[in-house]
């Protein structure tokens, strides 16, 4: 109860500060999810339509992924056009979204039963009609549960970032840590959770929304 | 001369990566307003036939000309919406609801929104499902007879003249499967579509079929009306498909129509006859009925007009050819 206490205590006392962190946070991370989702879902779609690049771009995601997260950072600073900031964290963090959207998409649009593709093929949809019409519409439960992992793992790794500049809440928790201060580690923790729960939240919302009922009652029985 | 609405001309189909056609230089047609049934062991090339007259597979040398036209000189896309299509796995979209599966087609073609509702209402009626209950309904909510119904609805949406059919009650219990092929058969009296029908069972050929095609091995091994095929099979193959019970498949599974004399032939016989069965009936019916009334002939009705006769005597006799041989 004492820690809980003095851990809003400190985040009363510091609102300013937390609020500002709190807003660089989030504008770091939205900014990410925006440029992934363009970028990845787009290339998901390309290796599900082009199948012979599918294992090489996978692979490629899955190298990169593996990669330590502070080591990529740190190198990206050392590139002249991106140095220190924003910059850097941000491609950083796209680069690791690579994995579990572009996964999910090529996942999602390949678990489409290949019946339905042949009826609507044999009632005369064209390629891009099946597209749009069954593959997308089809894939998106898989295609939300891959957005949802991204959109979690960003907010968490965007705190990494605050070694290379970035004001937010990981500079929070590595101050703390320099400190000795529970109450700011624990501030910082709670606070980027909170942000992953709210965006995991929305998506869900989102996901209901342009999933069809049709498909829902599948996710259900897993 | 009935007209011959679709033409296969020396068809043949050789796949990437092996040598043995699975269509070998097939050359047939099918009449206007006529089921032709294709039947075979799994492998034997009905299916490809099928996916070939739509263009799902596209022929290695030959031509299929459908009306007179080269199918190979229509996109492939529009060809396909003037085609209905029906797979034994259905392949309903999942997620789009029962009303917007069935106006799938004519909501390609561009039809008018409130005429495509029109039109889905008409159709779930004419395969038996409550429009009211099942439009807004998804396909996981159906069951496995009603969404081949649903499916069967879809490709008769945009009214095609020719309907492609793999396999279509395969997935259902046989029971329900009876009831299917009866209702399809007596829907097929009023739309009169021409029907190209696969199938590995040959009771249901049989049953279905105006017209049938047996194939092995992709090679046509026999062609004929059901009561040619059952009457004078060709070889083994043909004899062993077709099982020892001839006689009895007659009577279960060829309809009336075809041993009926027509009433063309012999105006008088059909003015005798007091009871009557549907065409479409199976000749066994005739006899239950012949039975229940103690007679000897039935009339043979199409709709509300008597088109032919069948007498004890015209049933035994083609018994009589078809198992003749075996004694």
Known sequence: ?222 | MLEKLIQLHQIKKVFPNTNIPAVDEITFSIEKGNICVFVGPSGCGKTTILRMINRLVEPTSGNIFIDGENVLNVDSDELRRRIGYVIQQIGLLPHRTIEQNVGLVPRLLKWPEAKITQRVVELLEIVGLDPAESAKKYPYQLSGGQMQRVGVARALAADPPIMLMDEPFGAVDPIVRGRLQDEFLRLQQEVKKTICFVTHDINEAIKMGDYIVVMNGGKLVQQGTPMEVLSNPVNHFVKDLIGDDRGVKLLDLTRAESLMTAVTESPAAANDCFCFIDAIQPVKMALEVMMKNDSDMVGIRRGKNVVGTLSWADIKKHIHKISGDQE
């Open chain 1, 1 to 222: 109860m004492e820690v809980i206490s003095s851990v809003l205590k400190f985040i009363v006392n510091n609102s300013s500060r937390i609020m500002e962190y709190t807003g660089n946070h989030l504008s770091l991370v939205l900014t990410v999810l925006v440029f992934s989702l363009i970028l990845w879902i787009w290339v998901g779609l390309l290796i599900s339509k082009y199948d012979r690049f599918a294992n090489s771009v996978i692979g490629l995601a899955n190298i990169l992924f593996v990669i330590p997260s502070i080591s990529l950072f740190g190198l990206f600073v050392t590139i002249p056009q991106l140095g220190l900031g924003r910059k850097s964290a941000a491609l950083a963090l796209i680069i690791y979204a690579m994995m579990p959207l572009v996964r999910s998409v090529y996942r999602g649009v390949k678990s489409v039963d290949p019946w339905v593709i042949d009826a609507g093929k044999g009632m005369g949809l064209s390629p891009a009609q099946i597209l749009y019409q069954i593959q997308i519409p089809m894939a998106w439960p898989v295609v939300f549960a891959g957005i949802r992992v991204a959109v979690v793992m960003i907010t968490g790794m965007a705190t990494v970032a605050t070694f290379i500049g970035e004001r937010n809440l990981g500079r929070l928790i590595h101050h703390g840590i320099t400190r000795g201060s529970a109450e700011m580690i624990i501030a910082g923790a709670v606070v980027v959770s909170v942000i992953a729960l709210m965006l995991d939240y929305i998506m869900g919302l989102l996901e209901k929304k342009v999933t069809s009922p049709g498909l829902r009652h599948r996710s259900e029985d897993y």
